[in-house]
Nanobody, 118 residues
Framework: QVQLVESGGGLVQPGGSLRLSCAASGLIFRAYDMRWHRQAPGKERELVAV????????NYADSVKGRFTISRDNAKNTVYLQMNYLKPEDTAVYYC???????????WGQGTQVTVSS
């Protein structure tokens, strides 16, 4: 059974930092592109960052470029999202996503809440 378990969310003041983690099990982690998405209240889910299997061509939403960093540790089956200089508009539920077009498989975590407020 595949599981993606996010952690690290919470309440932080504007300008602060958080590090999200997503621990994967039940799949060949290194075969999957890993993504972080987020969904704010009343808004559609949006892609925040993606790190492919090759780890060479990460991409970010324009709204988080220069502030967020995605990384992966294939030995630990974990993907991270380091979030710095957080803004109130970063408030959302953050979801981890694993996708392999070659294997025809995609999985989602249950999400972790990030709230940026003073």
């Amino acid at each position: 059974q595949v599981q993606l378990v996010e952690s690290g969310g919470g309440l932080v003041q504007p300008g602060g930092s958080l590090r999200l983690s997503c621990a994967a099990s039940g799949l060949i982690f290194r075969a999957y592109d890993m993504r972080w998405h987020r969904q704010a209240p009343g808004k559609e889910r949006e892609l925040v960052a993606v790190i492919p299997t090759s780890d060479l061509s990460v991409n970010y939403a324009d709204s988080v470029k220069g502030r967020f960093t995605i990384s992966r540790d294939n030995a630990k089956n974990t993907v991270y999202l380091q979030m710095n200089y957080l803004k109130p508009e970063d408030t959302a539920v953050y979801y981890c996503n694993a996708a392999s077009w070659r294997l025809g498989a995609e999985y989602w975590g249950q999400g972790t809440q990030v709230t940026v407020s003073s």
